[in-house]
């Protein structure tokens, strides 16, 4: 990109590196110098460089850092359309832990949107032709994901939030999961959920998740019959189900199976949206049913419900700190140092009878 | 800054207005006119620039546009740190309407975050320095806040979601309130919600707030005492609450006012949290009381519980008008056409029994 004709002022009366040089009477050069290596710089020169720093108010720190590397020190993460449900706070929680772990670094987070990840791409594709970014924070990686081979395949630095998740039809290769990932371990979740609700008296806790297809949701599932299989929890005990991503799904399905004979007395839920619905199924049914949700949202610690929080703060420190190196390094380093499965925590609270 | 020594190749292949000139035999400058003024170049000469163009799959689009305006069409904010409660959703929603909006006028935005005033005018001045944006969309404006007076006097184009709110030692002048704002009328708002309660057989809403103070927190409160004043609800059967804005403290706050004589049937919230914990007390002492939350949250659509709804999508929509319009012109406008009180919209659910 042509940046030579960049006008040096950006806005009227801001110390640059130019005004600097000017009021001192050297050049460009010599100011940069003063700054990052003054032992090449002559005393008196160098005295007067500084002087006219101090005078005009010039700020060197990012500015001078951002010249001498030549990066931007921005961070590019696509911010998902307001999907209208509670859970998903969990990824605007995340952006949050993310800028703040960012400016902890000195890196700045900028946000576009799109409808897909082909248009997540063409995002990619042109902060990278404005030059505006260093490398790229993904999140809600799912099967068939073209957005890593896609950056992987330019040199472009990034991280995901989220596994790489196998497609049905061809299983991932070693060369597509060799990119840098954070996770959370979503069926140690749920295993300590069931396991809690077990413990605690509950003789076969059903689970409600999301239909087949998602490979969050199969983890989370994974971990609930992983805890009833350890139990020895025969199948013809076990209850299953799956409603799409609706409240009012959530809540008819729990409906149905707190009318059926032998109906279970916990639940452990995919999301904190079907833990609610369940609740209210339940509350409407006046049926005694002990709800397990997942995310830990504000609306769990609000109603007294328990939940499983997932470490968004760790998570959010390791994803920058695999970017930078990358961006700092060039490369992404060995896969088994730059990927990482976090635990997450049950949080267990009684909700007011 | 001084930018005449960036690197014109950002990333190794990636086509640029230098490697099109190169490939082409022209000037840069020759690349340019050609994009964005064709009738300048001889035909020839244009067909090679454009072969050239296609050959290396440069993108001139936003690129050429940023290099032509000299803008970053970048738009900064700080995010506030993640609160933990249900209604600092509020931001979040705000923030998903404002890239949404954003990108539909092709800009984007970056953020950075803050622990408070200072801080965040330190990131400005960061972020001018480093030219990488051409405004600030400011939310959560308060009394004295001085970020407002701090670009104002640097001529730099913001907005802001939250009108100016008046010093209490000192109001402020026509020349504090001279800047372009989005809001919405929170009194509007509350006077629907007890309007709506009167007419429902409530014979006087209580309201629970928050501690005086805040200017958001005051307006919420006006809007219910207006309506009780238009209904000729005498001063000695209002019950007003102000609890901190924490769940539990709100719960309780309530709880106490359940169990006097002449108990409220119904009361007005400035928050959903407020709201939640005030059903959380009435279902605790078994108490029918109708609460009507603020900010229409993902909760209270979850719960069936009336709510206040903030017409975000619209505040963002005009934010990103009234900053574009600045940047483009260089100048805010006159006031009368660049601040707006929005009205809010009262959701009215009823929940299961």
Not at 29 to 41: D, E, H, I, M
Not at 68 to 85: A, D, I, K, N
Not at 142 to 165: E, M, N, S
Not at 235 to 252: G, K, M, N, Y
Request: aromatic share 4%; glycine share 10%; charged share 20%.
């Amino acid at each position: 990109m042509d940046t030579g004709d960049v006008p040096s002022e950006v806005l009227p009366g801001r110390a640059t590196l130019v005004s600097v040089a000017e009021a001192a009477g050297v050049s460009r050069q010599t100011v940069s110098n003063a700054l990052r290596a003054p032992g090449k710089v002559a005393p008196d020169t160098l005295e007067r460089v500084l002087a006219a720093v101090e005078e005009l108010g010039y700020r060197p720190s990012l500015a001078a850092r951002q010249l001498r590397t030549r990066r931007s020190r921005t961070l590019g993460l696509r911010l998902e359309h307001w999907g209208g449900g509670i859970s998903g706070s969990v990824l605007d929680r995340f952006l949050h832990a993310l800028v703040d772990e960012a400016q902890d670094r000195e890196h700045r987070v900028v946000l576009f949107t799109a409808d897909d990840d082909a248009g997540e791409v063409a995002g990619y594709d042109e902060l990278l032709t404005t030059a505006q970014v260093d490398g790229f924070v993904l999140t809600s990686t799912h099967a068939g994901d073209g957005r890593t081979a896609w950056l992987a395949g330019r040199g472009v630095p990034f991280a995901t939030f989220g596994r790489p998740w196998p497609d049905d039809d061809a299983p991932a290769g070693p060369a597509e999961a060799a990119h840098c990932w954070v996770d959370v371990d979503g069926a140690a979740g749920t295993r300590a959920a069931t396991e809690h609700l077990l413990a605690t008296g509950h003789r076969a806790p059903a689970f409600l998740g999301w239909p087949a297809g998602s490979g969050t949701g199969e983890d989370r599932r994974r971990g609930w019959a992983e805890a009833l299989d350890a139990a020895g929890v025969p199948a013809r005990e076990r209850r299953e189900l799956a409603v799409p991503e609706s409240t009012a799904a959530a809540a008819s399905a729990v409906a149905a199976a707190l009318e059926a004979p032998g109906a279970p007395s916990a639940v452990v839920c995919a999301s904190d949206t079907l833990a609610l619905g369940a609740r209210g199924a339940a509350a409407r049914h006046r049926a005694a049913l002990e709800v397990v949700g997942f995310d830990d949202t504000p609306v769990a610690a609000a109603i007294g419900m328990s939940s499983v929080a997932q470490p968004l703060a760790e998570a959010a420190h390791l994803v920058v700190d695999l970017l930078v190196a990358q961006v700092e390094t060039g490369g992404a380093g060995p896969p088994q140092t730059c990927q990482h499965l976090l635990a997450p925590r049950l949080v267990v609270r009684s909700s007011p009878a």
